[in-house]
């Protein structure tokens, strides 16, 4: 725990689902003592928020992968008591994250001028769904709606197919790696100051943020909409042939960028729309059918060996049990084992990071509904 980065810093979560509490999980994960307010009984919203309907230790499966290595105090904050407490924990923590609607926190006194008082030094940090202001302040701010509203899905799948969205919830995550990064430089901005921050970002920001190479390129290039490739497996909106998925004669192959008079060479097809890079993108459609018809007639493996040996990018197309399975997958280190509270074990990937050298495992399961509030008070509460 000595590695740590964030050892010593105390955070307290009113975050709920997956956003906030994801990039609260990251900041548990450095070190923060993140402590999780959640009302008394159910605890915060995301614990009933199940994957394939896998419940735990009497919360969602996912609450566990997200919520990990943390603590749970349980508070009324409509009761005065309790919101006395709350503002006495507020008074000796250094970060708060909420994604409670415009609002909310206002209606409680935990709004950031009202915090800031209590603790001059606090980084308060909210997500919202589209900021704080404007007609779509109060919309429901959800990630499958975000992806939708934004463009997102129609840049996936092929021309004629109807929008296809992420199977992941992929605006929460980048949101919360937004917040995280937000946190983290608030943090040196208060060693700098002693004062306040206050960090905002929203699931609709990090929406256009991830999407602003190919907003850049709508708005630079006379505002045409994106054109999925006509052949199912393209990989990209606005890259040239050969980038994206071909099927094999027994599974598939992932082709990126490269040069296509080399890749036609070695797989043995002709023409002159092979030598010219504007072609690749003129023709995506033509070049991409040609490719798919010839990879069809060998199996994966044998492409892999003849592109390769031609320095051209690829890689076959696995299914979670063949990449996990796999050595690439073993020589990551990423799995680690939760010990649960109910004696159970849950195998979940570890933090990214490795600091010095060391990665950061964490064995601390998710916590029950304010399993933490007698700590707790003895930490900060007592007078």
């Given amino acids: 725990m000595d590695n740590r980065p964030l050892a ?5 979560e009113f975050s709920q689902f997956m956003a906030g509490p994801t990039a609260g999980l990251r900041l548990a994960d450095l070190g923060a003592r993140v402590i999780k307010i959640e009302r008394p009984g159910s605890g915060e919203g995301g614990r009933q928020i199940a994957i394939k309907n896998i419940f735990v230790d009497d919360s969602s499966l996912v ?29 000796k923590a250094d970060v708060i994250t909420h994604n409670f609607r ?5 209606k409680i006194g935990l709004d950031y001028a009202n915090v800031r008082t209590l603790n001059p030094k606090i980084i308060y940090a909210t997500v919202t769904g589209y900021g704080q202001e404007g ?15 934004s463009g997102l899905t ?8 109807n929008p296809v969205p992420f199977g992941l919830a992929v605006i929460d995550m980048y949101c919360a790696t937004h917040l995280t990064q937000g946190i983290l430089a608030a943090l ?9 921050v206050l960090v905002e970002v929203s699931l609709l920001e990090s929406a256009l943020d991830m999407q602003f ?3 850049t390129t709508y708005f630079n290039d006379g505002r045409q909409l994106p054109q999925r490739a006509k052949t199912r497996g393209g990989g990209h909106a606005y890259l040239s042939a ?7 004669r027994n599974g598939f192959l992932a082709l990126a960028m490269g040069d296509l008079s080399k890749i036609a060479s070695s797989i043995g097809l002709e023409g002159a729309h092979y030598m010219d890079r504007g072609t690749w993108f003129a023709d995506r459609d033509r070049i991409m059918q040609e490719l798919g018809a010839t990879f069809v007639g060998k199996d994966t493996d044998e492409w892999i060996v003849t592109l390769q040996a031609e320095g051209i990018w690829c890689a076959p197309v696995s299914d979670y049990r063949e990449f996990l399975d796999g050595q690439g997958f073993a020589e990551s280190n990423m799995l680690q084992e939760i010990k649960l509270q109910d004696g159970t074990s849950l195998h979940t990937p570890r933090s990214t990071y490795q600091i010095d050298g060391t990665y950061l495992y964490a064995t601390k399961p998710a916590p029950k509904v304010g399993q933490d509030n007698e700590q707790i008070a003895k930490d900060f509460l007592k007078d």
């Fill in 8 to 12: 010593g810093l105390v955070v307290l």
């Fill in 63 to 91: 609450f566990h992968t997200i919520n990990r290595n943390k603590e749970s105090y349980a508070a009324d904050l409509k009761n005065v008591e309790d919101l006395e407490a709350i503002r006495k924990l507020i008074a």
């Fill in 102 to 106: 415009p609002g909310v926190m206002e």
């Fill in 135 to 149: 007609p779509w302040a109060k919309k429901p701010g959800q990630d499958l709606l975000v992806q939708s509203m």
């Fill in 154 to 161: 129609w840049l996936s799948g092929s021309d004629g197919d």
């Fill in 188 to 196: 040196l901005k208060r060693s700098r100051t002693q004062q306040a």
């Fill in 213 to 215: 190479e190919v907003l």
């Fill in 242 to 248: 050969p980038y994206g998925v071909y099927k094999t």
